[in-house]
């Protein structure tokens, strides 16, 4: 099988390159490869559906850059090709004293970044629009919305195939050989020979990376989320999406609410370690993906600096009275009763040799190659601007 260029995943980010891929070079070969039998499988298909705003993000860097152009492209998306969203909106509590500082830089960095509309919310207003909140203070972000990601990726791929591109399931690389030439992708059904390859292969984006050029400085520990759902009588408790004060010395945004574009809420997630890339359930476990994962130096250095926190969210995992009191401290009249095992999902974290969790996008360029080692979220918001950034940096050579 030859193609001029090839994608290695079939997750939002590959979907949304071989978009921009097949638009820029209508007259190129384009082929997507994915080793499952349908895309959007992973971190697309089981993340939480937020259209996120870009409050979080460092003005200036790449996750800023791409989640401000992309929420735009992906809100245009969706109306041009009758997917359906949602702008709910969302808002950001600060349960005690000790957050108010943390929540009004959160305000000051979401202007910063050109977000219209941020309301700051007094204890009287926060109660006035979500009544059912604990909180002394809070920032509404109008801008914040909902979709299914899974059906933004059935778009795309249907607008890649129409346009000539083709999408092979069913297809993991298993080694890859540089030419002068060109790229040859070891698959378990074919060797395809490319001009160059674009690596999206999120949780194994760092094992393409290595079959390519060798060992990388960074390695992608997964971290799965748990998720509850909460039932019908408990609905009318949340509003908007609810999140708490991140806190700035850990890479996740803590258990929140989150409005669900099919309908119904969702409560979570946790961060629990994963020994398995693909675990989502407690049980799984790979020895090799494990040995990988705990004997890389940088997540030792992590576990000896998270130690605590990650106990803290391995007993929320095993405990349903825990994570109730978690949610709790956003919601205080959720019972356990409320809540309904739900799907969990696994979040690549990527985590560099001295003990770095990645917080920003990291593409390595190539000569015939472009890795994308480092897309947590808001990847999926960010997706289309992304795609269209690493789409204009191809050289067909």
């Known amino acids: 099988m030859n193609s001029d260029i090839a994608i290695v995943g079939g997750g939002i980010v590959g979907l949304s390159?071989?978009?921009?891929?097949?638009?820029?070079?209508?007259?190129?070969?384009?082929?997507?490869?994915?080793?499952?039998?349908?895309?959007?499988?992973?971190?697309?298909?089981?993340?939480?559906?937020?259209?996120?705003?870009?409050?979080?993000?460092?003005?200036?860097?790449?996750?800023?850059?791409?989640c401000i152009e992309g929420y735009q492209m992906l809100i245009d998306f969706c109306s041009a090709n009758e997917v359906p969203f949602e702008l709910c909106g969302k808002v950001v509590v600060a349960k005690n004293k000790d957050e108010l500082g943390r929540l009004r830089e959160l305000y000051d960095r979401g202007r910063e970044n050109g977000l219209d509309g941020l309301e700051i919310l007094s204890a009287e207003r926060l109660r006035e629009i979500e009544p059912h909140v604990a909180g002394i203070q809070g920032v509404r972000v109008p801008q914040t919305g909902i979709v299914d990601y899974s059906s933004v990726c059935r778009k795309l791929a249907n607008i890649i195939e129409q346009r000539g591109g083709k999408i092979v399931l069913k297809t993991e690389v298993k080694s890859i050989r540089e030419s002068a030439e060109s790229v040859q992708?070891?698959?378990?059904?074919?060797?395809?020979?490319?001009?160059?390859?674009?690596?999206?292969?999120?949780?194994?984006?760092?094992?393409?990376?290595?079959?390519?050029?060798?060992?990388?400085?960074?390695?992608?520990?997964?971290?799965?989320?748990?998720?509850?759902?909460?039932?019908?009588?408990?609905?009318?408790?949340?509003?908007?999406?609810?999140?708490?004060?991140?806190?700035p010395a850990f890479p996740?945004?803590?258990?929140?609410?989150?409005?669900?574009?099919?309908?119904?809420i969702e409560a979570g997630p946790n961060a629990v370690f994963a020994f398995k890339k693909e675990g989502y359930l407690r049980t799984d476990f790979d020895w090799k993906e494990f040995r990988g994962s705990v004997t890389w130096p940088g997540f030792q250095?992590?576990?000896?600096?998270?130690?605590?926190?990650?106990?803290?969210?391995?007993?929320?995992?095993?405990?349903?009275?825990?994570?109730?009191?978690?949610?709790?401290e956003l919601v205080p009249e959720i019972r356990e009763e409320h809540l309904v095992a739900a799907p969990a999902g696994?979040?690549?974290?990527?985590?560099?040799?001295?003990?770095?969790?990645?917080?920003?996008?990291?593409?390595?360029?190539?000569?015939?190659?472009?890795?994308?080692?480092?897309?947590?979220?808001?990847?999926a918001t960010s997706s289309l601007s992304i795609g269209k950034s690493i789409a204009h940096s191809v050289d067909l050579l």
């Not at 994308?372 to 808001?378: L, T």
Request: net charge positive; glycine share 8%.
């Open 17 to 66: 390159t071989a978009y921009h891929l097949t638009e820029l070079f209508p007259n190129k070969r384009i082929v997507l490869i994915e080793k499952e039998e349908s895309i959007a499988r992973h971190q697309t298909g089981n993340n939480s559906g937020v259209i996120h705003s870009g409050l979080y993000y460092k003005p200036g860097s790449l996750k800023a850059k791409n």
């Open 185 to 247: 992708l070891v698959t378990n059904n074919a060797t395809i020979t490319c001009k160059m390859f674009i690596n999206c292969a999120g949780l194994y984006s760092d094992k393409v990376a290595q079959m390519h050029v060798g060992a990388i400085d960074t390695r992608i520990i997964p971290f799965r989320g748990e998720y509850y759902e909460l039932t019908a009588e408990a609905e009318h408790l949340v509003k908007h999406l609810i999140y708490p004060v991140p806190d």
């Open 252 to 264: 996740f945004l803590g258990v929140h609410f989150t409005r669900m574009i099919g309908g119904g």
């Open 301 to 328: 250095k992590v576990m000896l600096k998270y130690w605590k926190t990650g106990l803290g969210e391995m007993y929320r995992s095993f405990s349903k009275q825990a994570f109730t009191r978690a949610l709790q």
């Open 346 to 379: 696994v979040r690549a974290q990527a985590c560099d040799r001295k003990g770095g969790l990645l917080d920003d996008f990291k593409l390595v360029t190539e000569k015939r190659a472009i890795h994308v080692i480092n897309a947590p979220s808001p990847a």
